[in-house]
């Protein structure tokens, strides 16, 4: 039995972002997790629960101020069984309850009003899935689910997936092939649906389906490489729309989006203390859909191991320049800008003591300082320093 339990409390000054001047606006969010799971073991299965509560309330004091509050529950229950050393199978099923409320003070008034009221902005679903698996003795294997999405405002959808892959061992390692064809479906967010001046309860799923072709190249007591062709089609896209005369709505976008790309993955054990892992991302998009995601990405992040239980660990992140998109206020009209590249270096060192039973942690991230943006006019968290520990009782 595992259970967890979170606070976080942001309290955060920031500017007015539309008229670009200074201001004395403050974000204040407080975040309360709580979690449990129960896992019961039986000859050659398991059977297991992942239950969670999450509650949220913001606070925005600015010219224009309101306060958020949202509650989900969520509750995955499933039953993995081994038939025997060549065929297993997960059978599961997925419970999510979300509702969210906000006020905010009309023109005219000194008073908080109701503008998201939580007995209509809910939803629930569930979600019976089924996963099998079948490892073959001459190096065919493969992987193939599906998902019964039950949802309360859009019914029954249907999502599957399919991964073959076919092994085949050299003197050195081996190579694998691989394929695999996923359908995905991704309902509208509350706040999209619901919020008063910009939601639309008319709006549609996005749906997309994603196939992958690639090659993995193993080395034995090394690691592997490998090199992954990918294509997205995405239809039924939800996009923040101008209507005209000032007015915004989120809306479906008629047309199709695709996306396509290269991924590479490195995983090298180099000696016996240093570990490298890395990954590279091309990715190629369409126009429309190019919002904030880079052309080049990249990983790496190489471990140093000098003693049993101690890790160093050095990363580097990359993302290469990215369009953006922001509301002028001197020509009304949003308009495009360039983000520029940035790269993260970050350091993690770790010990553990007391015969492995308590973790010493500690962390800085973004070394040197590195001044960036996600999205345009918003800042970033600058060098950050973690200590923690971890005791298992």
Excluded: C, W
């Amino acid at each position: 039995l595992r259970t967890y339990g979170s606070f976080d409390n942001v309290d955060a000054a920031f500017d007015d972002s539309f008229a670009g001047t200074d201001a004395d606006n403050v974000s204040v969010s407080e975040q309360y997790r709580f979690g449990i799971s129960p896992e019961f073991n039986y000859n050659n299965g398991s059977l297991a629960v992942n239950a969670a509560y999450n509650h949220i309330d913001r606070t925005i004091e600015s010219a224009f101020p309101s306060i958020f509050n949202g509650n989900s529950i969520v509750v995955d229950a499933f039953n993995r069984y081994n038939f025997n050393d060549q065929f297993y199978t997960v059978l599961g099923v997925n419970f999510q309850n979300n509702q969210m409320e906000s006020s905010t003070i009309p023109f005219g008034s000194n008073d908080f009003e109701t503008s998201i009221n939580s007995d209509e902005a809910h939803f629930t679903i569930v979600d019976p899935y089924l996963n099998v698996v079948y490892i073959s003795d001459f190096g065919l294997n493969l992987n193939a689910g599906v998902r019964v999405n039950n949802h309360s405002q859009y019914g029954t959808n249907l999502v599957y997936n399919i991964n073959p892959s076919y092994r085949t061992d050299l003197n050195f390692g081996y190579l694998k092939g691989l394929l695999s064809y996923s359908t995905a479906y991704i309902t509208p967010s509350l706040f999209q649906l619901f919020e008063p001046g910009f939601g639309n309860p008319d709006l549609e799923p996005e749906e997309n389906q994603t196939i992958e072709v690639g090659a993995e190249l193993g080395f034995k007591g090394t690691g592997f490489i490998s090199l992954v062709y990918f294509n997205r089609n995405e239809e039924n896209f939800i996009d923040f729309v101008d209507t005209g005369n000032f007015v915004f709505q989120y809306q479906n976008i008629a047309e199709v989006f695709i996306a396509s790309g290269l991924e590479f993955v490195a995983q090298l054990r180099l000696n016996p203390v240093i570990n490298l892992n890395a990954n590279f991302t091309y990715t190629s998009v369409e126009e429309d859909l190019s919002l904030r995601i880079p052309k080049i990405m990249g990983n790496a992040r190489v471990d140093y191991l000098p003693f049993k239980n101690t890790i160093f660990s050095l990363s580097y992140e990359y993302n290469g320049d990215r369009t953006d998109s922001f509301f002028n206020d001197e020509t009304f009209e949003n308009e495009i800008v360039t983000l520029d590249s940035f790269g993260l270096l970050d350091f993690y060192v770790s010990q553990k003591i007391l015969g492995e039973k308590m973790t010493l942690f500690a962390n800085i991230t973004n070394i040197f300082n590195e001044d960036y943006q996600e999205l345009f006019g918003f800042t970033t968290r600058g060098r950050n320093v973690h200590i923690g520990f971890s005791l298992q009782i």
